[in-house]
Every structure is written in C-alpha cells, then in structure tokens.
C-alpha cells in the first residue's frame, strides 16, 4: 500500500484532519454529557468530508489515472508476482 500513495494529498490530510478535530470535540462532550457541544462536534466532523471534496474538486486531491496507466499497473503487477 505504501507505493500506492493513497491519500497522500492536501485534500486528503485537511479532510482527515478537520474531522479528527471533530471527533475528538465530540467525544470530549460527550463524557461531559452536554448534546450540544456533541453535535457541534458532528458537525465540525461532517464539515472534514465537505472540505476534502471541495479541494479534491478544486484540483487539490489525486488525479484520476488514465487507463493506458491502469494497465500499466496492473503488468507491473503481474511481472512481480510471475518473478517471485
């Protein structure tokens, strides 16, 4: 998986990143058992996905791959294996 760099772009790590924050707001009101606060804390967690589409959109995310490269991938997939 490492050689695949998945998620490894800013739309991935603000994405990932927002809703970690709201997650750990959450679960932080959700011991000091205030629904309000807990809520927020889903919302700032659903606003993570929001933000990570919109930069993924804005050119920001992985470029799709062209199936020229997809076959590519998958020969140099099937010589690792047929050589091991």
Do not use: D, Y
């Not at 790590?13 to 959450?26: E, K, P, Q």
């Not at 927020?40 to 995310?61: E, R, W």
Request: aromatic share 8%.
């Amino acid at each position: 998986m490492a050689g695949s760099s998945h998620g490894h772009t800013p739309a991935a790590w603000t994405g990932v990143i927002i809703s970690f924050i709201g997650f750990c707001v959450a679960g932080l009101f959700m011991v000091a058992a205030n629904p309000l606060g807990f809520w927020a804390g889903i919302a700032v967690t659903l606003l993570g996905g929001v933000v990570g589409l919109a930069m993924k959109v804005a050119g920001l995310g992985m470029p799709k791959e062209s199936a020229e490269l997809a076959a590519a991938r998958a020969r140099a997939g099937q010589a690792q294996i047929s050589s091991s």
